[in-house]
C-alpha cells in the first residue's frame, strides 16, 4: 500500500493523493471477511495495522491544508478516505477479534471434552485427579498461530489422558486387593471410603472384621441364655399347673358332709331318651371356691363325670 504524500505551500507542491486514493478504495474493496486459515488471520492483522497507518496519514494531511482555492478538493478526498479506511479498519478488526477469541475457545474445548471424555469412562472418576481450566488456557499463553497453539494443547491432552489411565489402573489394582480382603464381609465396608484412605487399609479392615464377629459371638451367646431362661420358666410354669392340678384332684376325691340344694339330682323322665352332655362352667372365684363347688358337682353326678382345669391366663 502507497505511503500518502501531501506537502503544502502556498500551493500544491506534491500530490499523489489520486493514485493514493484508488490504491486506498481496492484494497478496503478487496477486503475478506472469511478468516480460515492462519493466513487469513495473519493477513487481516496486517491490514488493520496498514488501515490504521493510512487513517492516520489522512488525519494528519487533513489537518495540515486549509479550505481555500484547490485545496478545496483535496480536503474533500482526505475526508471521504479517512473515514472509509477508519470504518473498514474497526469493522475488520471486530471481526478478527471475535473469530480469534471463538478459534481459541473452540481449541481449548475440544481439548477439555477430549480428557474429560477419558476421564468419565474410568470406573473410579472420582478418585482420579482432572485438571482446571486455567491449566488448558496456560497451554496457549503467548502464542500468536493457532496452529501452534493446537499443537501446544495436544501434547498437554495426551500427557494428561497418560496420567489419568495410570491413576486408574492404580486404583483398580487396589480395589481388587480390598474386594479380596472383605470378601464375605462386603455389607461392613464402601469400597470407595476404604479406597480414599491414605496408606494401607488392612489395619482398618481386620479390626473393623474382628469387632463384627465379637459382636456376632456376644449376641449368639445372649440369645442362647434367653432361651434357657425362658425355658426355665415354662418350666417352672408347668410344674406349678401340675401342682395345682394335682391338689383340685385331691380336693374333688374327698367327700363333704352335706350337699347344696342348689346342685339338682338327676331326674329320669320316662319320656326322652338317655343321651351323654358335657357342660362346662367358666368360673371367676379363688382356687378354694372353684374346688367346694366341683366337689358338690361330683358328689352328685359321680367323680368320673367331673373334671376341674385352671384356665390358662392370657399373655
Not at 92 to 111: C, F, G, I, M, Y
Not at 205 to 213: D, F, L, T, V
Not at 285 to 311: F, G, H, P, Q
Request: glycine letters at 2%; one cysteine or more; proline letters at 2%.
Amino acid at each position: 500500500m502507497l505511503d500518502l504524500i501531501l506537502k503544502v505551500n502556498t500551493e500544491i507542491t506534491a500530490n499523489n493523493l489520486d493514485d493514493y486514493a484508488v490504491q486506498i478504495k481496492k484494497q478496503v474493496e478487496s477486503v475478506s471477511t472469511e478468516l480460515v486459515t492462519d493466513d487469513d488471520f495473519a493477513n487481516a492483522k496486517e491490514l488493520v495495522k496498514a488501515f490504521k497507518k493510512s487513517e492516520d496519514s489522512l488525519k494528519d494531511a487533513k489537518e495540515s491544508i486549509f479550505d481555500q482555492g484547490d485545496l478545496q478538493k483535496i480536503n474533500d478526498t482526505i475526508i471521504e478516505l479517512h473515514d472509509m479506511v477508519r470504518e473498514k479498519r474497526l469493522a475488520l478488526n471486530k471481526l478478527v477479534t471475535a473469530e480469534e477469541k471463538s478459534r481459541k475457545q473452540k481449541l481449548l474445548d475440544d481439548a477439555f471434552q477430549s480428557v474429560e471424555k477419558v476421564h468419565r469412562s474410568c470406573k473410579w472418576s472420582n478418585l482420579i485427579d482432572f485438571p482446571s481450566h486455567d491449566d488448558f488456557i496456560a497451554q496457549i499463553k503467548g502464542k500468536k498461530l493457532f496452529d501452534s497453539m493446537k499443537d501446544a494443547l495436544d501434547r498437554f491432552v495426551g500427557i494428561t489422558i497418560q496420567d489419568i489411565n495410570s491413576q486408574s489402573s492404580e486404583i483398580e489394582n487396589r480395589a481388587e486387593t480390598i474386594k479380596v480382603m472383605i470378601e464375605g464381609y462386603e455389607s461392613l465396608f464402601s469400597i470407595d471410603d476404604l479406597l480414599k484412605m491414605e496408606g494401607d487399609a488392612s489395619k482398618y479392615i481386620n479390626a473393623r472384621i474382628s469387632a463384627h464377629k465379637a459382636e456376632i459371638e456376644l449376641a449368639a451367646k445372649a440369645k442362647a441364655e434367653e432361651i434357657a431362661k425362658q425355658a426355665e420358666l415354662a418350666k417352672q410354669k408347668e410344674s406349678q399347673q401340675s401342682q395345682g392340678q394335682e391338689q383340685v384332684k385331691q380336693s374333688i376325691d374327698q367327700p363333704i358332709p352335706e350337699m347344696d340344694p342348689v346342685i339338682p339330682e338327676l331326674r329320669k323322665n320316662e319320656n326322652e331318651p338317655i343321651e351323654n352332655y358335657i357342660i362346662r362352667i367358666s368360673l371367676h372365684a379363688s382356687n378354694s371356691d372353684a374346688v367346694e363347688i366341683a366337689r358338690k358337682l361330683a358328689n352328685v353326678y359321680s367323680r368320673e363325670n367331673v373334671s376341674l382345669t385352671k384356665l390358662q391366663e392370657s399373655a
